[in-house]
């Protein structure tokens, strides 16, 4: 397709999405990844906190789980679980970066999707007793999965220029629900499936974007991802609250408690911190990787989430309603912590925080030896907050030593 043509598509599309509301239908055409001013919708929005709903419900599932000292078989659950609440999310955020036309159609199938959402986040709690799937979470899956279809169904009738790359993710999405449902039929074999059939879901997007990129927009998607991690840090300071008001009703003492609310509100203040450090659109300079970034992130989400079963957990033994140690206890804190800050090293690494490695380094190692101290996460977060003080320092230092460098240059060049 011409540039010429491509201008007019995305002019087209510009025009429809400034009255979406007068319209019933408007064509999805591809939106411009150069839109100026592009924010999420109060669609997306309200996608995102019925999202948080099923995070809640796995990292409840996983609290509990940690809690009577079923740690493994907890964790198991959890990673697939939130793998199917990342990964409809992701999809659903990218397609919508490229194709948000917020018309009528548009918006019934984001209502079918958070309906998914909503099964989802339903049969997750039988999905933790029995550890196989069950019709609620996999028939909610497949709803989500199979709303995204009809998107795509309509970007390839919409867009030309794009309408191999969304026949593929239709074809490759349709072939996997079916996939998905099989399942059913031999819940001996749901592991071994589920690694298989979660690779092939990871596979799509990049068989589907090699015919051609979609269009999705940078800022757009970083504003998206950041939206959520404070969603899910949002939702582990309330599963906290929740642990702590249950201890109290339950006649725990707040003496006892205080470690735990000390080290908790410093661990997630420090993750707010160092994920929302400097923006990251400017990381996602092409397609590969803004793919890998995206994909990274599932650690990244499911560690915030993980740390709010943690902190419940920490409560719980705190209080004496938990039937593991405080060694262990620390460590179901200080190993998603860990997560947490080794996954943002990798997707968000950038030149001037490279001098901070040695420190963050250290950091991690005295995160992971803190639970043997039986004061796990008051440590944690101690360590976690010196660690970002360290960084800010050094990029303190490093900023005067630039500005310095600039000022002798400037000075030698006249």
Request: hydrophobic share 55%; charged share 10%; with cysteine.
């Amino acid at each position: 397709m011409s540039d010429s043509a491509h201008a007019t598509l995305h002019h087209a599309a510009h025009e429809s999405h400034a009255a979406p509301a007068s319209r019933l239908r408007v064509p999805m055409m591809a939106r411009s990844p150069h839109e100026p001013h592009r924010v999420s919708t109060p669609l997306e929005l309200f996608f995102d906190l019925v999202f948080v709903v099923a995070i809640a419900q796995a990292a409840s599932g996983l609290h509990h789980a940690i809690a009577e000292d079923h740690a493994v078989q907890g964790l198991m659950g959890y990673l697939m679980v939130f793998f199917a609440i990342w990964w409809a999310w992701m999809n659903f955020s990218w397609f919508a970066s490229a194709y948000d036309c917020d018309d009528l159609p548009y918006r019934l199938t984001v209502f079918v999707q958070i309906t998914g959402a909503l099964s989802l986040a339903a049969g997750i709690t039988q999905l933790f007793e029995h550890r196989v799937p069950n019709i609620a979470v996999l028939g909610g899956y497949v709803v989500m999965r199979l709303a995204m279809v009809v998107q795509w169904l309509r970007a390839a009738a919409a867009d030309p220029g794009h309408r191999t790359t969304a026949r593929r993710y239709a074809i490759g999405i349709s072939v996997l629900q079916v996939a998905w449902v099989l399942t059913l039929a031999a819940p001996q074999l749901w592991v071994p499936a589920f690694v298989f059939l979660a690779a092939c879901e990871l596979l799509v997007p990049v068989w589907a974007e090699s015919a051609q990129q979609t269009t999705w927009h940078p800022h757009h998607i970083s504003e998206r991802y950041g939206l959520l991690t404070l969603i899910v840090l949002g939702e582990s300071i309330l599963a906290a609250s929740v642990a702590i008001q249950s201890s109290l009703a339950a006649g725990g003492t707040v003496l006892a408690l205080v470690p735990v609310v000390v080290g908790g509100l410093l661990i997630v203040y420090s993750m707010w911190w160092v994920y929302f450090d400097h923006p990251v659109h400017d990381l996602l300079t092409h397609f590969r990787k803004a793919m890998l970034w995206g994909y990274g992130h599932y650690f990244v989400f499911a560690s915030a989430a993980a740390v709010g079963a943690g902190l419940g957990v920490a409560v719980d033994q705190a209080a004496h309603h938990a039937e593991i140690s405080s060694v262990a206890a620390g460590f179901a804190v200080a190993v998603p912590v860990t997560v947490f800050i080794a996954s943002l090293w990798v997707l968000h690494d950038r030149p001037e925080h490279r001098e901070a490695r040695p420190a963050g380094a250290l950091a991690l190692v005295l995160i992971l030896l803190s639970p043997l101290t039986g004061q796990g996460v008051l440590l944690t977060g101690l360590t976690f907050a010196a660690f970002v003080a360290v960084r800010l320092v050094l990029r303190r230092r490093a900023e005067h030593v630039q500005a310095a460098t600039a000022d002798g240059a400037a000075v030698h060049s006249h």
